[in-house]
């Protein structure tokens, strides 16, 4: 007979057909359901590593080294040039040579585009010099102690609307006349020369050894451009010693000079004051036995680059000391070629430089991420002059003979490296080397800075700090809320803190910045009362509750007795923040933040105190809700068989419940790390956003989530740039994988270890 059950309804026979349907729709329901949650679980893993694998895809670049290839190798006619140029296309370059012919050629086949005739007037050349890359001026020196400078320059134009023409041309900053630079007349045997805006300098070596400088700045008429005057400074400075000059060179802001001579010195002058020049230093640069054979300016103009007979290469730039002095310093150096350098090209938006020895060896380096990309053979000469292009994807050579080269060139990103990533930088213009990011400038001779250390300091930081403020509150708030808390007051409480969980982070920065931040900054000792106040009256108000009658105490029913201390926190914050002003001034002058500013403590407004407070609020609900659904889950019979046995509630707690719980605590307190670390709006809106490395809980800080936010839609794509804030993101995403895979694995073991309780 069928069975009657409680609907009336009537449960088939079991060896029923209808039976035999529900059972099997039933084990297909189990079979979808299994193999549903299985491919969403695989799906998500799935998910995750195409993520890591796209950001790995996004960051390899970055390591790649240098490719150079050859697009075209013949000889020309065009022989003993003394300088090079390259268009930003690769499509002209400009040869200077030392007998004053000056000619644009097409590079890849050396095809005369333009032979403009200098007007040279009929004299003698003795010298020959060009300026930085990025100002493309040149000049001869006389031996009647003249010089004339003269400029390249490029006009585009489509003429047939799709093909680019290059029309090149010839300009004169200073006039088609030489100007006088030696007032003795003696012939120009080294000479320099440096044009930017308004001031065009030279610095130059006469045939009786002797340095003359001279400056020539146009100042115009501020009511009308169209008057100006040309106001000259001239001066000399006089040589010592028995060593011979061999190389001169003046920075692109005509503020310095350099000599260097045979003996392996450098002389060091200041030059802002061109009438009274300077020695600021003079420095043995090489051993003896090794001879500078090379010697460039770093674009920007601040560091130089000193190749040796050794095939050693050396940057040094200024430092500025204590006492506001500068002096050079051997910041880093190359070792990879053997030969002596005879040609270095520096890379016009880089600092970046490419170096020719006499092996025909050609090197491709990189000073900031100190980096050598390439090293390989180029050239069967051991003389030659070398052009970068502008855009440093091509470079042209020629040697004494005519013999020309034109390589195309595939170097990206030789500014990241392991070490300017990872590792104390000596940038230029600093006094050390440091951690440092600084991504951009409105400088076109900018040096990146791309440490990640202050990034991945700040994401540390604001962590340990939410932690500091969250773990303590939340774990211990669930520990009451599980254990000994009436039901009742539970169901309020416990859906209340979750609620929190679905505020905005958006909103909680907003309200961090604009108005928790002043607020702090006005009652800062009031809130440090709070701090210290809060437990010692949380614990006070227990110890006199202990005190209390027994029927007082009564009155109160069982797990109801948190409310008392919802009065006792607000009288306490209350209070706090009504004396704040009275304890500012008797203890610090009216003024808390500017006393801590006086005893070498920075404060900012928005620092990690703030930051602390407010995604610990953020952080609370998820540590907290975990946390008490694992003590609350922890078997009845184990608490109820321990206070059977004769331990008090708190024994119990601590010695039964928190053991057995002591896996999901573990899971609450990761999970909870993994969201402070990757927290982006909070750490946006409620720092100073500046990367620095100072664990000063009053000082702002920069955190890699918040940096990728900020920096990723100005970024470049497939810049250097752009794929560096991809590595943060890698290392973001790699942190949390190592989080999570320990706290799995400590779970495990916690789980395996008081499984038996």
Excluded at 223 to 228: A, H, M, P, R, Y
Excluded at 248 to 256: A, F, N, T, W
Excluded at 612 to 632: N, Q, R
């Amino acid at each position: 007979m069928p069975e009657q059950i409680a609907d009336n309804s009537v449960l088939p026979a079991p060896g029923s057909t209808v039976a035999k349907r529900r059972r099997a729709w039933r084990e297909l329901k189990d079979r979808a359901a299994k193999y549903g949650v299985g491919l969403g679980g695989i799906s998500v893993i799935l998910a995750i590593v195409l993520i890591f694998f796209y950001l790995l895809y996004v960051v390899m670049p970055l390591f790649s080294g240098a490719d150079i290839e050859t697009r075209s190798e013949y000889a020309s006619n065009m022989t003993h040039s003394a300088y090079l140029s390259l268009d930003e296309y690769n499509d002209v370059a400009l040869s200077v040579s030392k007998q004053g012919q000056v000619r644009f050629f097409e590079a890849a086949n050396g095809k005369l585009v333009l032979e403009p005739e200098l007007p040279l007037a009929g004299k003698n050349i003795s010298s020959t010099a060009a300026g930085s890359a990025s100002t493309d001026v040149f000049a001869y020196g006389f031996e009647d102690g003249s010089a004339l400078v003269f400029q390249q320059d490029y006009k585009i134009s489509y003429p047939e609307g799709t093909q680019r023409k290059i029309t090149p041309l010839i300009k004169y900053p200073l006039g088609e006349e030489a100007v006088s630079i030696d007032p003795e007349g003696q012939a120009l045997s080294m000479i320099s020369v440096q044009s930017t805006g308004d001031q065009t300098s030279f610095a130059a070596l006469t045939a009786d050894q002797r340095v003359v400088l001279k400056s020539l700045i146009r100042e115009e008429n501020f009511l009308d451009e169209t008057i100006f005057e040309i106001k000259e400074q001239s001066a000399q400075i006089a040589l010592t010693g028995l060593a011979t000059i061999t190389h001169l060179q003046m920075d692109i802001d005509q503020r310095e000079l350099y000599l260097v001579d045979n003996q392996g010195f450098i002389s060091y002058y200041d030059i802002q004051k061109i009438g009274s020049p300077r020695l600021v230093q003079k420095v043995k640069a090489v051993p003896t036995g090794v001879a500078i054979t090379s010697f460039e300016f770093l674009t920007g103009g601040i560091s130089v680059l000193v190749g040796r007979s050794d095939g050693q290469i050396d940057q040094w730039f200024p430092v500025r000391d204590q006492d506001n002095n500068y002096t050079l310093h051997n910041v880093r150096s190359f070792h990879k070629q053997s030969a002596p350098i005879i040609a270095i090209a520096t890379e016009q938006g880089r600092k970046g430089f490419l170096a020719l020895d006499n092996s025909g060896r050609l090197g491709i380096y990189h000073t900031t991420a100190h980096r050598t990309l390439l090293v390989e053979p180029f050239l069967q000469s051991d003389h030659a002059v070398l052009a970068i292009s502008p855009r440093a994807n091509g470079l042209i050579s020629m040697t004494e003979q005519g013999g020309v080269k034109l390589l195309d060139i595939d170097n990206e990103h030789p500014d990241i490296s392991w070490h300017s990533l990872w590792e104390k930088v000596w940038y230029e213009s600093r006094d050390q080397p440091e951690y440092i990011w600084q991504s951009s400038s409105a400088s076109n001779d900018f040096e990146p800075k791309f440490s990640l250390n202050p990034l991945t300091f700040g994401t540390i930081k604001a962590a340990f700090y939410a932690m500091l403020v969250a773990v303590p509150l939340a774990v211990m708030g669930a520990i009451f809320t599980a254990y000994f808390m009436s039901p009742k007051m539970r169901t309020l409480v416990k859906p209340s803190i979750e609620i929190m969980e679905a505020l905005p982070t958006v909103i909680l920065g907003f309200l961090a910045g604009l108005w928790l931040a002043p607020l702090v900054e006005e009652n800062l000792p009031g809130v440090f009362t709070i701090l210290i106040m809060l437990p010692v009256m949380i614990i006070v108000t227990a110890w006199g509750w202990t005190k209390l009658p027994g029927s007082w105490r009564d009155r109160i029913p069982d797990g109801w007795e948190a409310a008392i201390l919802i009065p006792v926190v607000l009288l306490v914050g209350y209070l706090s923040l009504s004396f704040s002003a009275t304890l500012e001034l008797w203890l610090f002058d009216g003024n808390m933040p500017k006393w801590l500013n006086e005893i070498g403590i920075d404060y900012d407004q928005r620092n990690s105190l703030v930051v602390g407070l407010v995604m610990g609020f953020a952080v609370i609900p998820t540590i907290f809700s975990i946390t008490e659904d694992a003590i609350f889950g922890v078997p009845k019979h184990l608490t109820i068989g321990s206070l059977a046995l004769g331990a008090t509630p708190w024994q119990t707690m601590t010695r039964v419940v928190l053991l057995t719980a002591s896996p999901g605590i573990f899971s609450a307190v990761m999970i909870g790390l993994g969201r402070a670390v990757g927290e982006t709006m909070i750490v946006l809106m409620a720092t100073g956003n500046t990367p620095i490395m100072d664990f000063n809980i009053f000082e702002g800080f920069r955190a890699l989530s918040a940096n990728i936010a900020v920096e990723m839609p100005e970024a470049e794509v497939n810049s250097s740039h752009y794929r560096v804030l991809f590595l943060a993101a890698l290392v973001l995403f790699m942190a949390t994988f190592v989080l999570n895979t320990i706290a799995e694995v400590v779970r495990q073991r916690l789980r395996n270890k008081y499984s038996s309780l």
